[in-house]
């Protein structure tokens, strides 16, 4: 009989820096989510090929990707880059985050945001800004879980399947 601390409802994944290796996997659950129209502006899927140059521009020392497993696979993964590119914004950063389909709602998301932003003030980031489709309401309902508020909507700016779709602006400060 498993014990009640290892249902699958209470994960124990183990978060670390993503690996080269590990890019397949991150591209595979980020094209997984392409299809639901809910967390991504891409249409099609997406190669690994294309991903290797934002893979690289990622430093773990202060716009880290990092996966998280479970049972030595990866179930999900977050990464912060840089927002607008320009210095005065140094200490903003936009985070990502997406989860494998059978992984969801198992608290992974929780573990990953927890953990960036208490490395926040480390990684020399003072704001978090996420960008959430206005229709995904699961991922408003995360974010606002973490802090985040929204700052910001961009009416009608994509469209996805002939669907004009708002873009929310969601920020959070980060206490050092």
Known sequence: MP????????????????????????????????????ATADLEPVSVESRLQWFHNHDPRHHPIWVATIQQ???????????????AYRHTAEVSLYVSPTHRRMGIAGKLLTRIIKRCPELGISTLLSFVFA?????????EKFGFKQWGRLPGVAELDRIERDLLILGRRVDG
């Open 3 to 38: 014990s009640p601390q290892t249902t699958q409802c209470d994960p124990r994944p183990t978060i670390r820096d993503a690996l080269p290796q590990d890019l397949p996997a991150i591209v595979a659950i980020y094209n997984d989510s392409i299809p639901g129209r809910m």
């Open 73 to 87: 696979q990866i179930s999900a993964w977050i990464s912060i880059q840089p927002f607008y590119g320009r210095p």
């Open 135 to 143: 229709h995904n309401q699961p991922s408003i309902r995360l974010n």
